[in-house]
């Protein structure tokens, strides 16, 4: 986990909005009208950064540096496997390609702030595989009143795929948590955001290795031990 400089972002948040930045408006009014969406940052981030991340979560893969991932933070933290199955490694921002996905995430955090006054101070993100099988069951990134994770950003990476593949990201409303109101296939360059206290979202099985990044933007500044979610 990185924390990311404030005041270098505070000063990129003094300058006016670029037309460039227009699509942010477009996250915003989203996130705070039904508590998600879900928008292709393949072209944002360009296909050669999409290629070095994947091939970075691979080599990961390869040299069995994923960790498997746990639920409930302190003495709740545990690796119950029949919640979630996801194998993880922290991003610290110091390859190249994670410098700049940083960047990317850093401008969304600024563009959010200045939007939604989420008053989001710094991020936290990492690699997730998911094996033939493996899934996590529904649930919230946050629990409420906490204003920790604030916002979730999951970008995919998985070239090719297709409806029998598995994995979709399902998402429930809000408003009325039994209803699905979105199921969103974890192509490469695609992303979702949603509002971590908010929004219950579940990964269903995949039949094929599927490799994202999970990014939470927060609102504390002190990071929290990292023994969980
Ligand atoms: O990979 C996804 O689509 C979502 C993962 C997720 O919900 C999480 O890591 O909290
Ligand atoms: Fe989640």
Redesign the pocket.
């Known amino acids: 986990m990185t924390i990311v400089s404030l005041a270098k972002a505070d000063l990129a948040a003094t300058g006016p909005d670029t037309s460039d930045q227009q699509w942010l408006d477009h996250v915003a009014d989203d996130l705070s009208e039904r508590g998600w969406l879900s928008l292709d940052l393949s072209s944002r981030l360009g296909e050669e950064l999409l290629a070095s991340l994947r091939r970075e979560v691979d080599i990961l893969e390869k040299t069995a540096a994923l960790e498997r ?1 746990g639920v409930g933070r302190g003495t709740g933290f545990t690796r119950d496997r029949s919640v979630r199955r ?1 194998r993880i490694a922290w991003m610290n921002g110091e390859t190249p390609e994670q410098q700049q996905l940083f960047s990317a995430l850093e401008e969304i955090r600024v563009g959010l702030n200045r939007r939604l006054y989420l008053g989001l101070q710094r991020f936290e993100a990492h690699y ?1 595989s998911y094996q033939p099988g493996d899934f ?1 069951r529904r ?1 919230l ?1 946050s629990f409420r009143g906490r204003a920790s994770r604030v916002v ?1 950003l ?1 970008l ?1 990476l998985n070239e090719g795929w297709r409806p029998g593949d598995g994995g979709e ?1 399902q998402v429930f409303n809000r408003e009325s948590p039994d209803e699905v109101c979105g199921r ?1 296939a ?1 192509e490469s360059g695609r992303a ?1 955001l949603f509002l971590s206290e908010e929004v219950p ?3 269903l099985p995949a039949q094929r290795t599927r490799h ?1 990044i ?1 990014c939470w933007f927060r609102q504390d500044v002190v990071p929290v031990p990292l023994t969980g ?1």
Do not use: N, T
Request: zero cysteines; a negative charge; charged letters at 15%.
């Open positions: 991932a996801d997730a996590y649930h990134d979730s999951v995919y990201l969103v974890p979702v979202h579940e990964v994202s999970a979610v």
